[in-house]
């Protein structure tokens, strides 16, 4: 097989921003994301319904619950789509723990049979009934997720007067998600940006803004962006 050396093509760049917006702008952000988090949350909460009595999800029951929100087919259909996706993510990952956890149980199965001492023995055989037990527990329990992570989430906990934790889980639990607009002539032009002033203007969405009932849809700030 013939080597090839990697082209710009292969090279994957990533780009981690700063964005400040004044505070008019903040509240505005947060506006959406919460309501569209709301959205997502309640759409998850049936997926986890459904698992719990074995059935499949209804799409267009999902779509209609969505539409009675205010959204179009658009954003409702982001929505499902992000739900179907972490929903996908949880089932591999417990997949693959139980997969883990078996190994480990023939792992000390084959220890157990050259145990040395009743002692060894003994600890062996614990050993091999936890695992199981956690198994059991994690193919009963539905697939669930912390949005924001379960690693800030305990963060929390341990330092409840942290303001900036606090800050931090609150942004990241926000679904900021736009969609562009098929009406207008540049349907997906959502985000524009002045490499030169670091200006960047953010385009919310006419369905948005009236959902909201937002006075100003056009928001400028400023972000500095970072290769890596």
Not at 152 to 166: A, M, R, T, V
Not at 192 to 200: A, F, L, R, S
Request: net charge positive; charged share 35%; hydrophobic share 30%.
């Amino acid at each position: 097989m013939r080597s090839r050396t990697l082209s710009d093509r292969d090279i994957v760049r990533k780009f981690t921003a700063k964005v400040n917006f004044a505070p008019q702008g903040e509240s505005t952000l947060t506006m959406v994301g919460d309501y569209l988090s709301k959205l997502r949350n309640d759409d998850y909460k049936y997926l986890v319904e459904c698992s719990k009595k074995g059935v499949k999800p209804d799409r267009k029951k999902r779509r209609e619950y969505l539409y009675s929100c205010g959204l179009s087919k658009r954003y409702a259909d982001s929505i499902i789509l992000a739900n179907k996706e972490q929903w996908q993510l949880a089932d591999r990952t417990t997949k693959d723990n139980i997969k883990c956890w078996e190994r480990d149980i023939f792992k000390t199965k084959k220890k157990l049979k050259n145990a040395s001492s009743l002692v060894e023995e003994k600890r062996l055989r614990f050993r091999i009934s936890q695992i199981e037990r956690k198994i059991i527990r994690r193919k009963n329990k539905n697939n669930s997720v912390c949005f924001g992570g379960r690693k800030l989430f305990h963060e929390i906990f341990s330092n409840p007067y942290d303001e900036k934790i606090q800050e931090d889980w609150f942004n990241k639990r926000l679904f900021l998600n736009f969609a562009g607009e098929g009406g207008r002539a540049y349907g997906n032009d959502i985000v524009k940006y002045n490499p030169d002033t670091k200006e960047i203007w953010l385009y919310i969405p006419q369905e948005l803004a009236n959902i909201l009932s937002l006075d100003n849809k056009m928001l400028v700030g400023y972000a500095q962006f970072k290769h890596g």
